[in-house]
Nanobody, 124 residues
Framework: QVQLVESGGGLVQAGDSLRLSCAASGRTFSNYAMGWFRQAPGKEREFVAAISGSGISTWYADSVKGRFRISRDKAKNMVYLQINSLRPEDTAVYYC?????????????????WGQGTQVTVSS
């Protein structure tokens, strides 16, 4: 059974940092692009960051560039999202995703796999 399991969320203060983790299991994801999305209350899910299967290329939403960093450990089937200088507007459920197509992943439509999400709440 393929699973993406996120962890690392929590309640933090503005300016703090967090590292979200996504553990992938059930198959080899070395050829999959991996990414993070988030959904704030009352808003649609939005793309945050993605990393290519090789781990060489990364993409970020404009709203998080310079503060977020995505990385992956292919040997461990793990993907990480380092979040720095957290802001109240970063409050959301953060989802891990995987797809063989980076283009499809970045759009967030018909993505192969989704995790259940981890809540990040930033207080001001």
């Amino acid at each position: 059974q393929v699973q993406l399991v996120e962890s690392g969320g929590g309640l933090v203060q503005a300016g703090d940092s967090l590292r979200l983790s996504c553990a992938a299991s059930g198959r080899t994801f070395s050829n999959y692009a991996m990414g993070w999305f988030r959904q704030a209350p009352g808003k649609e899910r939005e793309f945050v960051a993605a990393i290519s299967g090789s781990g060489i290329s990364t993409w970020y939403a404009d709203s998080v560039k310079g503060r977020f960093r995505i990385s992956r450990d292919k040997a461990k089937n793990m993907v990480y999202l380092q979040i720095n200088s957290l802001r109240p507007e970063d409050t959301a459920v953060y989802y891990c995703a995987a797809d063989q197509s980076i283009s499809r992943l970045r759009i967030g439509i018909k993505v192969d796999y989704w995790g259940q999400g981890t809540q990040v709440t930033v207080s001001s």
